[in-house]
């Protein structure tokens, strides 16, 4: 709760009124006509109505209804103004960028008793730390004929992106030797059936598959695909912000990877982040839903301002915790920085298990001249090249807009283990 | 403390007697401000040149008037990304907000009847109307529900009840001499009240 000091003046209804009982009056004396004084009549009875006794300062507290915010999800300002004495209170929002007032920005309270408590509601629509702007406080009198002004600066709210729909994951055939869910190649304590042997002394009895016992006259036993974990991960490519606000590649790119990560986490896989950006950020593999919050506090973390410029080949850098040996690499990136081009080409021949999902979902805008028209042809083959000449490395590349679940272009890769290389 | 009514309100909780409804209380402004400037410009072709001149500058005010309600208060929204379309509409807006259109239209009005013969119940109804125009904007600016402006309600009752005595006393033979010039001192000296409760207290 802080103080603020109001600002106090005539309201722009008691300016008007002014007005009408000066115009009415002047004329009434100039004309000498009296129904001119009488239409002033009105204005100057409440004129003359007006009080005083107000105060010169109000207690304020706002915040925000929940700690973490997602894209696009309803929250609610809790502002208790105390001190406002027999005046009523209007409350109007005034949002920065990418942060929407819900229905009925403004909110108003009652004049009578010690305090009032209102709730604005709003929107963030982008990911990253946000402004949520500058509240306006109002109070009023009685016959709402003086104005005390009041601004207070809101504060900032992280917001985390909304993830994109993934139910499918991408397994790579050779997995580490730690306890997953996903069925390996080697036989173990799993529960995916993978076939038949002849049993052995040492064997559990309780895997004895007595039909083929019977049949063979030999007993055999049933064996199991041992179930694995696999690390992930993932890389944002967040330096690109073209196209419409809240489309950007690299609102995509966020979005993408929050949903691989909660896809991913959700089979108990190890995942870890890499966000390029203003700078190189990551979070090393690791499972559970802390790790799920830890990186989207490393999103959030990776949209503030500032920072020194990344160098991309800073990720074949990146220390051993951060990107384990046999990792999937799920890359979110529109391929227009040459840099982490080479950087990812280098992670392949490294023997990286690497998938690219394309986001790029812009073009470079211009006039319809021939000129334009020829650069963004020439741009539109510099990028195909870039994306065959990955292919041609054997990263597999698809693309993704954003609207689509990413179980879609993931599919190809979904249906069956993604082989790793070495 | 008062609790207000948020978004989505509490089963049993009950709904405000009278929602603000700003869409329907400029709609009402815009009506009566072509209400007034109608009222006062009959009989067309009205008094001359000066006549045709405060219709236009009348109507003006009143269609800007409605548009500056339309438009709605200033977005603190940074204008560096916008399209020039954009931008140009921000502008347009701007401009719109920053003339004073319902005093405009209230000077505007009461001269262009000024300047038709005496007509004591005509203006009466003018002024009623007026002051019905001004409560209007006003409910439009501040998105406030009709039932704010109650406590003005008893001082408006009795002002309008002065303004039919006045519109009566019109009627009655026209003052002479010394009476006719202390209407005048009187009319005066409320006018100089008038500007001594504008002042900020």
Same mark, same amino acid.
């Given at each position: 709760?802080?103080?603020?000091?109001?600002?106090?003046?005539?309201?722009?209804?008691?300016?008007?009124?002014?007005?009408?009982?000066?115009?009415?009056?002047?004329?009434?004396?100039?004309?000498?006509?009296?129904?001119?004084?009488?239409?002033?009549?009105?204005?100057?009875?409440?004129?003359?109505?007006?009080?005083?006794?107000?105060?010169?300062?109000? =207690?304020? $507290?706002?915040?925000?209804?929940? @700690?973490?915010?997602?894209? !696009?999800? #309803? /929250?609610?300002?809790?502002?208790? &103004? %105390?001190?406002?004495?027999?005046?009523?209170?209007?409350?109007?929002?005034?949002?920065?960028?990418?942060?929407?007032? =819900?229905? $009925?920005?403004?909110?108003?309270? @009652?004049?009578?008793?010690? !305090?009032? #408590? /209102?709730?604005?509601?709003?929107? &963030? %629509?982008?990911?990253?730390?946000?402004?949520?702007?500058?509240?306006?406080?109002?109070?009023?009198?009685?016959?709402?004929?003086?104005?005390?002004?009041?601004?207070?600066?809101?504060?900032?709210?992280?917001?985390?992106?909304?993830?994109?729909?993934?139910?499918?994951?991408?397994?790579?055939?050779?997995?580490?030797?730690?306890?997953?869910?996903?069925?390996?190649?080697?036989?173990?304590?799993?529960?995916?059936?993978?076939?038949?042997?002849?049993?052995?002394?040492?064997?559990?009895?309780?895997?004895?598959?007595?039909?083929?016992?019977?049949?063979?006259?030999?007993?055999?036993?049933?064996?199991?695909?041992?179930?694995?974990?696999?690390?992930?991960?993932?890389?944002?490519?967040?330096?690109?912000?073209?196209?419409?606000?809240?489309?950007?590649?690299?609102?995509?790119?966020?979005?993408?990877?929050?949903?691989?990560?909660?896809?991913?986490?959700?089979?108990?896989?190890?995942?870890?982040?890499?966000?390029?950006?203003?700078?190189?950020?990551?979070?090393?593999?690791?499972?559970?839903?802390?790790?799920?919050?830890?990186?989207?506090?490393?999103?959030?973390?990776?949209?503030?301002?500032?920072?020194?410029?990344?160098?991309?080949?800073?990720?074949?850098?990146?220390?051993?915790?951060?990107?384990?040996?046999?990792?999937?690499?799920?890359?979110?990136?529109?391929?227009?920085?040459?840099?982490?081009?080479?950087?990812?080409?280098?992670?392949?021949?490294?023997?990286?298990?690497?998938?690219?999902?394309?986001?790029?979902?812009?073009?470079?805008?211009?006039?319809?001249?021939?000129?334009?028209?020829?650069?963004?042809?020439?741009?539109?083959?510099?990028?195909?090249?870039?994306?065959?000449?990955?292919?041609?490395?054997?990263?597999?590349?698809?693309?993704?807009?954003?609207?689509?679940?990413?179980?879609?272009?993931?599919?190809?890769?979904?249906?069956?283990?993604?082989?790793?290389?070495? | 403390?008062?609790?207000?009514?948020?978004?989505?309100?509490?089963?049993?909780?009950?709904?405000?007697?009278?929602?603000?409804?700003?869409?329907?209380?400029?709609?009402?402004?815009?009506?009566?401000?072509?209400?007034?400037?109608?009222?006062?410009?009959?009989?067309?072709?009205?008094?001359?040149?000066?006549?045709?001149?405060?219709?236009?500058?009348?109507?003006?005010?009143?269609?800007?008037?409605?548009?500056?309600?339309?438009?709605?208060?200033?977005?603190?929204?940074?204008?560096?990304?916008?399209?020039?379309?954009?931008?140009?509409?921000?502008?347009?807006?701007?401009?719109?907000?920053?003339?004073?259109?319902?005093?405009?239209?209230?000077?505007?009005?009461?001269?262009?009847?000024?300047?038709?013969?005496?007509?004591?119940?005509?203006?009466?109804?003018?002024?009623?109307?007026?002051?019905?125009?001004?409560?209007?904007?006003?409910?439009?600016?501040?998105?406030?529900?009709?039932?704010?402006?109650?406590?003005?309600?008893?001082?408006?009752?009795?002002?309008?009840?002065?303004?039919?005595?006045?519109?009566?006393?019109?009627?009655?033979?026209?003052?002479?001499?010394?009476?006719?010039?202390?209407?005048?001192?009187?009319?005066?000296?409320?006018?100089?009240?008038?500007?001594?409760?504008?002042?900020?207290?």
């Amino acid at each position: 709760m802080r103080r603020v000091r109001l600002a106090w003046a005539p309201s722009a209804h008691a300016q008007r009124l002014v007005t009408l009982a000066l115009a009415a009056l002047i004329i009434a004396v100039a004309t000498r006509r009296p129904e001119f004084a009488g239409v002033a009549a009105p204005a100057v009875l409440l004129l003359a109505a007006r009080r005083g006794g107000r105060p010169g300062q109000i =207690g304020v $507290g706002a915040r925000t209804s929940s @700690a973490r915010l997602t894209e !696009g999800q #309803d /929250a609610e300002l809790d502002v208790t &103004v %105390t001190g406002p004495g027999q005046h009523s209170v209007d409350l109007i929002m005034h949002p920065r960028h990418a942060v929407v007032p =819900g229905a $009925g920005g403004a909110r108003r309270g @009652a004049a009578d008793g010690p !305090g009032v #408590d /209102a709730s604005v509601p709003f929107r &963030v %629509t982008r990911s990253g730390r946000r402004n949520l702007g500058v509240l306006g406080i109002t109070l009023r009198d009685r016959l709402r004929l003086t104005e005390g002004q009041a601004r207070i600066e809101l504060p900032a709210v992280d917001c985390y992106p909304r993830p994109a729909a993934q139910r499918s994951r991408v397994v790579l055939s050779r997995l580490p030797s730690r306890l997953g869910e996903h069925p390996s190649r080697s036989a173990g304590e799993g529960l995916e059936f993978t076939g038949v042997r002849e049993f052995v002394p040492g064997d559990r009895q309780r895997r004895i598959n007595w039909a083929a016992t019977t049949r063979l006259g030999r007993l055999q036993l049933n064996t199991f695909a041992a179930e694995r974990t696999q690390n992930v991960v993932l890389i944002a490519d967040a330096s690109s912000e073209v196209g419409d606000p809240g489309s950007t590649p690299s609102d995509l790119a966020l979005r993408g990877c929050a949903a691989a990560a909660r896809a991913y986490l959700a089979v108990r896989d190890r995942v870890g982040l890499v966000v390029y950006q203003n700078g190189l950020r990551w979070v090393s593999p690791g499972a559970g839903t802390r790790q799920y919050y830890r990186i989207l506090d490393l999103m959030v973390a990776g949209r503030s301002p500032g920072g020194p410029l990344a160098r991309a080949d800073a990720l074949s850098r990146l220390p051993r915790a951060a990107l384990p040996p046999g990792s999937l690499i799920l890359v979110f990136t529109p391929l227009l920085d040459r840099r982490l081009v080479e950087t990812l080409r280098d992670l392949r021949e490294r023997g990286f298990s690497v998938l690219i999902v394309d986001v790029l979902n812009a073009e470079p805008t211009g006039s319809s001249d021939s000129l334009s028209g020829l650069a963004r042809r020439i741009w539109r083959m510099e990028q195909d090249a870039i994306r065959f000449s990955l292919r041609q490395l054997g990263i597999p590349l698809v693309r993704w807009d954003g609207e689509q679940t990413l179980d879609e272009p993931l599919a190809p890769y979904t249906r069956r283990v993604m082989v790793s290389h070495r | 403390m008062t609790r207000t009514r948020s978004a989505r309100t509490a089963p049993g909780d009950r709904a405000p007697r009278q929602a603000a409804r700003p869409g329907r209380t400029a709609a009402a402004a815009g009506l009566l401000a072509a209400g007034c400037v109608t009222w006062a410009a009959v009989p067309v072709p009205g008094p001359g040149a000066a006549g045709d001149l405060l219709l236009a500058v009348a109507s003006a005010c009143a269609v800007f008037g409605t548009a500056r309600l339309a438009v709605g208060h200033e977005s603190d929204e940074s204008r560096t990304f916008l399209d020039p379309v954009a931008r140009a509409a921000r502008t347009v807006a701007d401009l719109i907000r920053a003339v004073p259109w319902a005093e405009g239209l209230v000077v505007a009005v009461l001269v262009l009847e000024a300047l038709h013969r005496s007509r004591p119940w005509h203006t009466g109804l003018l002024g009623a109307a007026l002051i019905a125009y001004l409560s209007a904007v006003h409910l439009a600016e501040s998105r406030a529900a009709p039932a704010v402006l109650r406590p003005q309600a008893p001082l408006i009752a009795a002002g309008l009840g002065l303004l039919a005595l006045a519109a009566g006393a019109a009627y009655l033979p026209a003052a002479t001499g010394s009476s006719a010039d202390l209407m005048a001192v009187l009319a005066a000296l409320a006018a100089v009240v008038v500007g001594a409760l504008a002042l900020p207290a």
